[in-house]
């Protein structure tokens, strides 16, 4: 099989290594890569933008791709899935209109409350002094999310009111955030400890992936400005026995059901953010595409032949396969490059690349690119160093030994990733 993956991600690389070492696979393109997913053996970066919907078609039809694995969500939400099935392409991910379970927050909460699925109690608003009144009404702690898509930069999660004044005004009435901000969702603040969980799913049936916990924090103790997540781990002890039970039967099942009675089935990788507290979750946000950074460390631990997965999940037929996992803990550290969650430095040279690498490390590229052969610096989330191990502390010595060996200037990460799972 050809199979092209669309995105130019840490998530990317991982999932493109991960269906490399597929049997059934001999070719995967990645549109439009990086310089971790040039260096691959098997792999080859074409120069389509990850949002140029016409120019992904042409190419897999010129290609003769098989199969396509959408990595990001903004293809999804401009109906690429939508395009390439009425072309007669297999491509794996939800259709636009079933993707809004992430591209609109005021969407996704109303169909939570709709279906009795649980959540924090909210409100939505366009208007900055009625969304300030609410505020103040509610108190603080309080979370303000853009309701639009904003590259993970669209939740604040304010711990004053002034803070939350703040966010208010700088999505409303300002253009920060684009579209994305002219419409807010305000909602109560969980108290608990995040978890990751992600779901394959085929409309009906869905093979859950391994439980992970991802760092959203840019700082050491979870401190400081929101990011996309600066490392992750798998799996996440948070998600015992009884959580993964309730998640299943009050969150995922319904879910599923309730998007297909709605004429939106769901077919592709459903991640649920949970906040879990006291042995119960609610859902904080849901994506439509598997996280990132969490999405590296899970790879890392899948055995299965991912392949299948997709093909059974398009096709309708999850019921009849299963995950296997690697019963090793791993764990992903993400490499930032200075000024990140802001304005970031680009274009340094990353030295220590070629270092050997162990059987249980692999560091995945992000925001990387070749020039004149040379990997570098292209973005805030550089690298995402990974490593697996027996346990939690072992797997992580393995990570920060191989970061230690990365360099450019500015480069920083957070030292703590997988605090709460070694507590």
């Not at 074409?46 to 959408?70: F, W």
């Not at 996992?325 to 930032?336: E, I, K, R």
């Amino acid at each position: 099989m050809k199979v092209l993956v669309i995105g130019n991600g840490g998530r990317e690389h991982a999932l493109a290594w991960r269906i490399r070492q597929s049997p059934q696979v001999n070719e995967v393109l990645v549109a439009p890569g990086n310089a971790g997913t040039a260096f691959e053996s098997g792999m080859r970066n074409v120069p389509v933008s990850a949002t140029d919907i016409d120019g992904l078609l042409a190419m897999a039809r010129q290609e003769r791709v098989d199969l396509t694995v959408v990595g990001p969500e903004a293809p999804l939400s401009l109906g690429i899935v939508d395009r390439f099935a009425a072309a007669g392409l297999r491509c794996f991910g939800p259709t636009q209109a079933a993707a809004q379970l992430e591209t609109s927050k005021a969407f996704t909460k109303a169909f939570l409350e709709r279906h009795g699925i649980p959540t924090a109690q909210y409100r939505v608003f366009t208007d900055i002094e009625c969304a300030k009144t609410y505020v103040h009404q509610r108190g603080a702690p309080i979370v303000v999310k853009a309701d639009g898509l904003a590259a993970g930069k669209g939740v604040v999660v304010a711990q004053t009111i002034a803070e939350a004044d703040a966010a208010v005004d700088a999505m409303l009435g300002g253009d920060s955030l684009g579209a994305a901000g002219h419409r807010v969702v305000i909602e109560d603040f969980l108290v608990g400890e995040e978890a990751s969980y992600i779901v394959i799913a085929d409309g009906t049936n869905y093979v859950a992936l391994a439980t992970s916990q991802d760092h959203k924090r840019r700082d050491n103790g979870d401190q400081g400005p929101n990011t996309g997540g600066m490392g992750a781990y798998s799996p996440a002890p948070v998600v015992t026995a009884d959580v993964d039970a309730q998640v299943r039967t009050q969150i995922i099942e319904p879910t599923l059901a309730a998007m297909r009675a709605e004429g939106h089935p769901f077919v592709g990788f459903l991640y649920a953010g949970l906040m879990i507290h006291e042995g119960s979750a609610k859902v904080l946000e849901y994506n439509v595409r598997c996280g990132d950074p969490e999405t590296q460390p899970i790879m890392m631990r899948l055995k299965s032949d991912v392949i299948a997965l997709y093909e059974a999940a398009i096709d309708g037929r999850l019921a009849e396969v299963q995950a296997e996992w690697d019963s090793n803990v791993a764990v992903g550290v993400v490499l930032a490059a200075e000024g990140y969650p802001a304005n970031v430095r680009k274009g340094d040279t990353i030295d220590g690349l070629s270092v050997t690498q162990l059987p249980d490390v692999k560091v995945f590229h992000a925001a990387t690119r070749l020039r004149d052969g040379v990997a570098t610096t292209d973005g805030g989330r550089v690298l995402t160093v990974c490593a697996r191990g027996e346990s939690l502390s072992a797997a992580r010595k393995l990570a920060y030994q191989r970061c230690e060996s990365i360099r450019w200037p500015g480069l920083f990460y957070r030292r703590d990733i997988g605090h709460r799972g070694l507590r």
